[in-house]
């Protein structure tokens, strides 16, 4: 008899935190925690397109009904996978007396475990983080926020800035990986100087310096708690 199939409802991204969990088998057999790091090795190896439930059956050596009892869709594996990258984070103390230096430090540690997992940056930004992994660590960086004197909307808008900018600047540069970058920057930059009376600020900027990934994202990171700084100092 093949095993339970999870149940289905609902199906959207997402839904796996939802499900009421399984009850543990024999030991030995499959659980959730397996499946998710076999999940991030198919996902390092082949990207999101190579991951699918025959292939993450083969890489476990089980028949692809066995996963069924912990999960319903490729979606749960996506999901799981996200999750799983955060846990490579480490595991969040109290805020400390600097809310600056406890979000620079939460940014820096989140874009450097994305940035081991190239897909995971893309994957992040188009699924809700609602695992136990990521929301440990979402709550941290509210905390520290809340702390600091931001409330409500202001809240929310803070804390989301703050993933954003680290998601997407992870996306944009793994999006380059495995091209030539520098050729495909001079092509722009011979673009932008050819149509400088259409676009005379890019233009300028053609001919200027493009800093590395790690140090635009220090800059933006930089300009961004600034902007927060200033945003508490006005409430005051």
């Known amino acids: 008899m093949s095993p339970k199939k999870a149940d289905t409802e609902p199906s959207a991204p997402g839904a796996i935190w939802f499900r009421e969990r399984p ?23 082949t990207g999101i ?43 969040p103390g109290e805020p400390g007396d600097d809310w600056a230096d406890d979000v620079a430090g ?20 188009s699924r809700p983080l609602l695992g136990p992994e990521a929301l440990q660590r979402s709550e941290f960086v509210y905390a520290g926020l809340s702390c600091a004197g931001f409330t409500g909307a202001a809240l929310t808008a803070a804390a989301a800035a703050v993933s954003n900018l680290v998601i997407g600047s992870v996306a944009a540069q793994a999006a380059w ?31 200027t310096r493009t800093d590395s990934w790690p140090d635009q994202f220090e800059r933006a990171m930089d300009a961004l708690l600034r902007g927060l700084a200033a945003q508490l100092n006005e409430r005051k």
């Open 177 to 207: 990986e495995g091209q030539d970058e520098a050729a495909a920057r001079r092509a722009v930059h011979d673009h932008l100087r050819a149509n400088a009376d259409r676009y005379p600020t890019l233009g300028a900027l053609a001919d």
């Open 106 to 125: 939460f940014m820096r540690s989140l874009r450097a475990a994305l940035l081991r997992h190239p897909w995971s940056g893309a994957l992040a930004a």
């Open 49 to 91: 397109a190579g991951l699918s439930l025959r292939a993450l059956a083969s890489r476990l050596g089980v028949h692809a009904t066995s996963l069924y009892w912990h999960v319903s869709t490729r979606d749960d594996l996506l999901d799981l996978a996200v999750d799983t990258v955060f846990a490579g984070l480490a595991e």
């Open 23 to 45: 009850p543990a088998r024999a030991r030995g057999s499959l659980d959730r925690n397996a499946i998710a790091h076999a999940a991030v090795e198919v996902l390092d190896e």
